[in-house]
């Protein structure tokens, strides 16, 4: 049969080059490549027989066979799947010689990022070229079911490439590499080497629906198909086609779920919870995910790998997919497989389009409705979850707004309910007061600084629960005033305090402003001296052992949140906070009797006084004192006079 031999354009020359060169970061892709061709061929005739009953094929045994010769350093891709015809194969493969790429490269050759001309590249299925990464030679070989003559391709990827008839080609398709010799320094690796071949079809093909098979190497001097008893080798199935996401859940056991899980997350333990999603529709696409039964001490590291594993058509894409799953989960692990994705040529980079999304969100929304069922129907596990993954999962109140009522309902908290047990929002709901408006809570490095807190003394004595917030996350979410069930979440150290009953609080209010009268030459003269760091000094309703504390205003950010932004080399101004007095201690009783004794003649005793009275509050609540040398000469010489 004559052979038609073809000049690739100038252009295409040039695109060809870059797809060798430049768009795949790891050339054992290209095998990837081309058993998923193969997998999707199979696929297409096992459709087409269906369809069609009159249709000359054999379905009996389909299959993809890889095939090496040692001596000639060729690697052979085969199936017997539904093959191209002499159209499909200009059409198909040539693709690349025969369409508009002038037009192409110029847009290639505009876009100045790397990403955005990788997303042009993503126009074009042309996976099967990246065989030109490893070989001096491709050629393809290939029979459409139900004719009686075949089509070989042959190129060498460079100048021209040579279509002809054949007349004895087996049903399917079979892609032969004439390999470049090994080099390690350019990762072209020995790809004849069975023990290689292993590993790439293990990792990316290990799933696919269609057996991969390879006859075992010979002995040296052995034909390449027999054994020493001169018995035809019977050939090695490569991969498991195990995945168990595409089967039902009465067909896979615990123990096979949980080898899978050991198997991508490198973890000896079995999971904690395991979940499984299949979506239908216009867009299909199945997840296996699993909660870890304890976090990786790595989980706050910089650089931390996520664990979801992204197939496409059960062929493996890509480790660590950022894309699916939102940065307070990343400690789930799993794997999810799609019918069909915007990937580029090289599978490697997903395109951020509208599937991907949806998908990102309903694997949230998934394994937060997981976590809730397991905390109504399995306590203690979700006690072990919050205890490994709480403190992560409160990111996502930073950052998931969408989903920010349902990760504080699966949240729970130390609380000065219960000195052992946490609680959740909803059973903090269902205690609070008559007439209590908030939930309320206090930031700490730890339980009993802030059990110790000043701010906690009236919340103490009138029995109103507190959480008690602890994990460095705690300052930054509380600061955008959630809400849970219509309840704010209040700081009992900002603004002003009104506990009790309608009744109480009024009479309150009438106290208070009596007090207010009382102490106000007093709260004046405080607050002009101690201008420099205060921006008031009021009558506090929140004490009832201290004589004085420090809170903030409702909106101002806390100490600890100034300190963690100028950590992160954020500038932030300084925030004058307010200074509250106890008028029932009688230190500040005290106080306030000798400043109206002696009038406009205040001397420094009091004003030092006032001083040590601020920097004792400060103290009290962890904080670090702007002069600590003054402060220290000041109570040497007040604890000298007590002498």
Excluded at 262 to 278: F, G
Excluded at 289 to 298: G, M, N, V
Excluded at 373 to 402: H, I, N, Q
């Amino acid at each position: 049969m004559p052979t038609e031999t073809f000049e690739f354009q100038v252009e295409a020359r040039q695109l060809l080059q870059m797809m060798i060169h430049s768009i795949y970061s790891n050339k054992d892709v290209f095998l990837r490549e081309l058993v998923s061709n193969a997998s999707d061929a199979l696929d297409k005739l096992r459709l087409e027989a269906l369809r069609d009953d009159s249709l000359d094929a054999d379905v009996s045994d389909l299959h993809i066979a890889i095939e090496t010769d040692r001596q000639a350093r060729t690697l052979t891709v085969r199936d017997n799947g539904i093959g191209m015809s002499h159209d499909e194969v200009v059409q198909l493969i040539g693709t690349i010689a025969n369409s508009g790429t002038a037009k192409f490269l110029r847009e290639l050759k505009e876009a100045e990022e790397t990403a955005a001309a990788e997303g042009l590249i993503g126009q074009f299925g042309v996976g099967f070229y990246s065989s030109f990464m490893v070989a001096d030679e491709v050629a393809l070989l290939t029979r459409r079911a139900g004719e009686s003559r075949g089509t070989r391709w042959t190129s060498a990827g460079e100048g021209t490439y040579t279509i002809e008839t054949v007349d004895d080609a087996p049903q399917g398709t079979a892609v032969t590499l004439r390999l470049k010799p090994e080099d390690t320094d350019d990762q072209l690796h020995d790809y004849i080497s069975p023990w290689k071949i292993r590993e790439i079809v293990k990792r990316y093909s290990d799933f696919i629906t269609w057996p991969v098979r390879m006859a075992p190497e010979a002995a040296d001097g052995a034909d390449d198909a027999e054994g020493t008893d001169d018995a035809p080798r019977e050939p090695e199935t490569l991969n498991s086609m195990k995945a168990l996401w595409a089967r039902s859940r009465d067909e896979v056991g615990d123990d096979e779920y949980h080898e899978l899980y050991k198997h991508i997350s490198h973890d000896w333990s079995a999971p904690l919870e395991t979940i499984r999603l299949q979506a239908e529709g216009t867009f299909e696409y199945q997840a296996l995910l699993f909660i870890p039964s304890h976090a990786p001490q790595d989980l706050f590291m910089q650089g931390y790998q996520r664990g979801i594993q992204l197939y496409v058509k059960r062929v493996f894409i890509m480790d660590d997919c950022e894309a699916l799953m939102p940065p307070y989960l990343r400690f789930v692990k799993g794997v999810v497989d799609a019918q069909d994705l915007s990937l580029n040529v090289s599978r490697e980079i997903l395109q951020q389009d509208r599937q991907i999304q949806l998908m990102h969100r309903r694997l949230a929304k998934k394994v937060l409705s997981t976590v809730k069922d397991m905390m109504s129907a399995e306590p203690e596990r979700y006690a072990t979850f919050w205890r490994e993954f709480g403190r992560v999962l409160k990111e996502g109140l930073l950052s998931d707004f969408e989903n920010r009522e349902a990760i504080l309902g699966v949240s729970s908290f130390a609380t000065t309910h219960d000195k052992d047990e946490p609680t959740t929002l909803r059973q903090y709901v269902e205690r609070m007061k008559d007439g209590q408006e908030h939930i309320f809570y206090l930031t700490g490095e730890s339980r009993q600084a802030i059990e110790n807190s000043p701010h906690m003394e009236a919340f103490r004595a009138k029995g109103v629960e507190v959480l008690l917030l602890t994990d460095p996350v705690d300052e930054v979410w509380v600061e955008a005033e959630p809400e849970f069930d219509g309840k704010k979440l209040r700081s009992v150290a900002k603004g002003e305090v009104d506990l009790g009953t309608e009744e109480e609080k009024k009479e309150a209010a009438t106290e208070r402003e009596g007090r207010q009268q009382e102490y106000a030459d007093l709260l004046g003269w405080m607050t002009d001296r101690l201008s420099g760091t205060v921006k008031e000094v009021r009558l506090s309703s929140r004490l009832t052992v201290s004589p004085a504390c420090i809170v903030s205003d409702m909106h101002d950010a806390t100490p600890a949140l100034e300190n963690m932004y100028r950590a992160m080399g954020q500038a932030v101004p300084q925030v004058k906070r307010i200074l509250e007095l106890n008028p029932e201690h009688p230190l500040v009783s005290g106080l306030n009797r000798a400043h109206a004794e002696r009038g406009e003649d205040v001397g420094t005793g009091l004003q030092e006084t006032a001083e040590l009275l601020h920097d004792l509050a400060l103290l009290a609540e962890g904080g670090e004192l702007g002069d600590p040398s003054r402060f220290v000469r000041l109570m040497a010489d007040r604890l000298e006079r007590t002498l």
